[in-house]
């Protein structure tokens, strides 16, 4: 390390070491919470990338850390947890090496490293067992040593450089959108030897290798393997990329990547000014070695604006708020010079860092002594379900059910519906993130906060166990699309223009089937019409934001119901609409319940 650089007073580094290990044991977790959480728990149990343990891309370095750490501590969701921890108080330190270096001034350095790990984003994602946290300790160690490689360009740091840009991607691929370019820069602008650039493309490109082959092993080879990356490939450009961005404008899409993380306008805006501070304070004083944060976060927030899913903006950000951090505080600490009081750097940072906390104390408070809403309802499965209940889970909570239901049979809802339509002697229960109007349904809920809606995918924060009864079930066979549920408790299906489902035989009279045109529909109005096993039973019309209940009589076996409508919408389609839904959208499906006179009695 270079001596001329200013050294941090050893008290002061030590006291926020201390201060870090502490917080981090605060802001531990209960119990699992997010999508990512069980898949990674049992990833670590058994590597199966296939099945989505871990989710893609694979995260095989990161795997194998969890893997090593937990053949000691035999706890999933501790390992990951530490994980997390010990990476949050690692990151910390050597991210204020690395700014440091790149200014000249330990103020930077400490400022900086605070403003990051004690962000919103952070205090929320510090200790979750995700691959995040570990990643940026990763991204943070190669920061320190292409600040090195800059100051003393020897070999031991050029190879150290490169291998530890390599485990940064390891650890977590996505973050290989900011790894890569400030690789390169490193390689091509610092680097002044030709033999020291193919030295650290050689290094980078082995220690990839010895990563990436447990991946390509785990999904049977080089061809399974680059089909898998290539099915990702397309779903990310359909989804996230594209269906996620539905219903948010180009200033919403900025405000969640680039101001959420930060926390509501009292917090991000003076943070954001600071950094347009410092982001001027550089251009004048033309401080090269800021290039390489620019080489880092700029691309990778393109990449987020224009590509990611803002539903996890504020997760997803997390490189780009590292480089909003590192302005921020040399934009603090050009304010303190000018008024010529240079603790005042510190002192602001520390009333930013005191909101942060304070905006997210609810939620963490929550998470930290209460089970989280998917662990509630699965302990009280646990409790009070039969052994042969069936649980049909949403697509949010397939990872829940099939990590903490382990002792029940679990599948998706509709797969369920059309294997258990007629069997009604076992049980069903619907396991829904969101809340529930059926009275003989459970919710648990988490209450809600302003941190929760910005910086989480707004998800499990209300979570249901609904039993469907033999009354209730069908058999989606065309034009029904799957459930979707508020977290008032609202639940509905689109119906395309032409649907069909299927009634069990339970010698009922006849059943009740409720539609409704909500108010987001273009039309005023749209007329119906109902066959019942091929025969036409009615014809209606269905008016905007009116639900209207059909009373359709039932002949004995089952029951075939079509339903034609005669106007739909395509909200992508929609003029001056922001979605990007391409679904043939005709009428919403509300309820169906047969009942009426018993026919006859159904043997179990």
């Not at 690395?98 to 103020?107: I, Q, S, T, V």
């Not at 998470?367 to 699965?378: E, F, I, M």
């Amino acid at each position: 390390m270079n001596p001329a650089l200013p050294q941090i007073p050893r008290a002061v580094l030590i006291t926020a070491l201390m201060a870090m290990v502490i917080l981090q044991w605060f802001l531990r977790p209960l119990t699992p919470w997010e999508f990512d959480e069980p898949l990674f728990m049992s990833a670590i149990e058994r590597y199966e990338p296939l099945e989505h343990h871990p989710p893609p891309p694979g995260y095989p370095l990161f795997i194998g850390v969890g893997h090593v750490v937990n053949s000691v501590i035999r706890d999933p969701f501790s390992t990951l947890v530490g994980i997390s921890a010990v990476s949050s108080v690692t990151g910390f330190l050597f991210l204020f090496l690395a700014f440091r270096n790149l200014c000249g001034d330990w103020r930077v350095g400490l400022v900086g490293s605070a403003l990051f790990y004690l962000s919103p984003a952070m205090l929320i994602h510090s200790t979750l067992p995700i691959s995040d946290p570990p990643g940026l300790m990763m991204l943070s160690v190669t920061l320190w040593m292409a600040s090195l490689v800059r100051l003393v360009a020897s070999t031991q740091t050029i190879i150290l450089f490169a291998a530890f840009a390599s485990m940064t991607v390891g650890m977590r691929p996505q973050l290989s959108i900011a790894v890569l370019p400030m690789f390169f820069f490193v390689v091509l602008v610092w680097m002044r030897s030709g033999r020291h650039r193919l030295f650290a493309l050689a290094v980078f490109t082995v220690v990839s290798l010895i990563w990436l082959l447990p991946l390509v092993s785990a999904v049977g080879g080089v061809k399974p393997f680059l089909r898998w990356e290539a099915n990702q490939a397309s779903y990310f450009a359909e989804h996230d990329a594209d269906v996620s961005r539905t219903g948010r404008s180009a200033a919403a899409i900025v405000l969640r990547f680039v101001a959420h993380p930060w926390g509501p306008k009292f917090l991000s805006f003076p943070l954001l000014l600071t950094s347009g501070v410092g982001i001027l304070s550089l251009l004048r004083s033309r401080n090269g070695p800021s290039l390489l944060m620019a080489a880092l976060s700029a691309p990778y927030l393109v990449f987020c604006l224009f590509m990611m899913d803002p539903a996890d903006g504020a997760r997803y950000a997390l490189p780009s708020v590292l480089g909003f951090a590192f302005v921020a505080a040399v934009g603090l600490v050009e304010i303190a010079n000018l008024v010529r009081f240079r603790p005042l750097s510190i002192l602001l940072a520390g009333c930013l860092a005191v909101g942060f906390g304070w905006y997210v104390a609810p939620l963490i408070t929550l998470r930290a002594t209460q089970p989280s809403p998917p662990v509630q309802a699965a302990e009280f499965a646990r409790r009070s379900l039969e052994a042969d209940t069936v649980i049909l889970y949403e697509l949010p909570l397939m990872p829940h059910s099939r990590r903490l239901l382990k002792d029940f049979r679990t599948m998706p809802i509709d797969k369920g519906l059309a294997q258990f339509v007629d069997k009604v002697d076992v049980p069903l229960v619907l396991f829904s993130d969101g809340g529930t109007e059926y009275r003989q349904g459970t919710t648990f809920q988490w209450p809600f906060s302003d941190a929760y809606g910005k910086l989480t995918r707004n998800h499990y924060r209300v979570v249901s166990l609904i039993p469907v009864p033999a009354t209730q079930r069908y058999r989606p066979v065309s034009g029904v699309y799957p459930m979707e549920r508020n977290v008032r408790g609202e639940e509905w299906r689109w119906l395309e223009p032409a649907a069909a489902l299927i009634l069990p035989d339970l010698g009922l009279s006849e059943v009740q089937i409720t539609l409704a045109v909500p108010p987001t529909f273009p039309h005023a109005e749209t007329g119906v019409d109902f066959t019942v096993n091929g025969r036409p039973w009615k014809s209606a019309v269905l008016k905007r934001n009116v639900p209207i209940d059909f009373m359709i009589p039932l002949d004995e076996g089952e029951n075939r119901i079509e339903i034609r409508s005669e106007k739909f919408f395509i909200p992508a389609e929609v003029k001056r609409g922001l979605s990007r839904d391409r679904r043939k959208l005709a009428i919403q499906l509300l309820i169906i319940e047969q009942r009426g006179a018993v026919r006859r009695k159904i043997a179990a």
